[in-house]
């Protein structure tokens, strides 16, 4: 039975997640635990639990006499986060390019080719996807459990942001040079350079998105 209540609680807490990163569940709005429940077939008990993960992982915030509420990133926030994600995936290209194998680089090849190609074609959902595959191959190359959980965690919350930083005028093209930067780097098998280069990528990553944000701000005020 023990077995049972833990994966349902995960499994409500997948489901929860979910909603909440394809914008059914928006920042700051209220968790109705009732209408949850009802919504979801289940109990108060493995809500809670449920609820409960989602706040160390940081998606949501309890508040005493008011309830759960889906968290809201700041702009301090994002000053705080991409600092650390940018040592903690400059460590893993470190790594990488130290361990990669002749298959592991042809592997990153074809998908920074594709990245490439989508970069070049303007198709910016498709560019995140190879994207998100070559942070991924990256981080697998790094072969570091506890980087690579750091690094999930820290994601979570930037993907509660909703980011959309290749919007920003002249970034995909930017992006698409640091990648390649990064993955010169890893071939020739130059760790203290990988790293360097991803650090700057994600650096500049949270400087894409506060020209964004302030392009934004002259619109609404115009």
Partial sequence: MRVVHHSL???????????????????????????????????RTPLREALKVLTAEGLIRHEPRRGC???????????????????????????????????????????????????????????????????EAIIQLADNKWLAQAIADLRKILKLARLQQLHAPGRLAQSLSEHQAVFAAIQARDPEAAERAMRNHLLQQREALRDLARSQRRVLTA
């Fill in 9 to 43: 609680h995960n499994d409500v807490a997948s489901q929860l997640r979910a909603r909440i990163f394809d914008g059914q569940l928006p920042p700051g709005s209220f968790l109705d635990e009732v209408a949850l429940c009802a919504q979801m077939s289940i109990s």
């Fill in 69 to 135: 509420f889906v968290n809201e990133v700041t702009e301090q926030d994002l000053d705080d986060i991409f600092p650390v994600i940018a040592l903690l995936e400059g460590r893993c290209a470190f790594d990488a390019a130290r361990h990669a194998s002749d298959a592991d680089l042809q592997a990153l090849e074809v998908w920074h080719q594709r990245l490439q190609t989508h970069a070049q074609a303007g198709h910016i959902n498709a560019y995140y996807e190879a994207n998100f595959a070559i942070h």
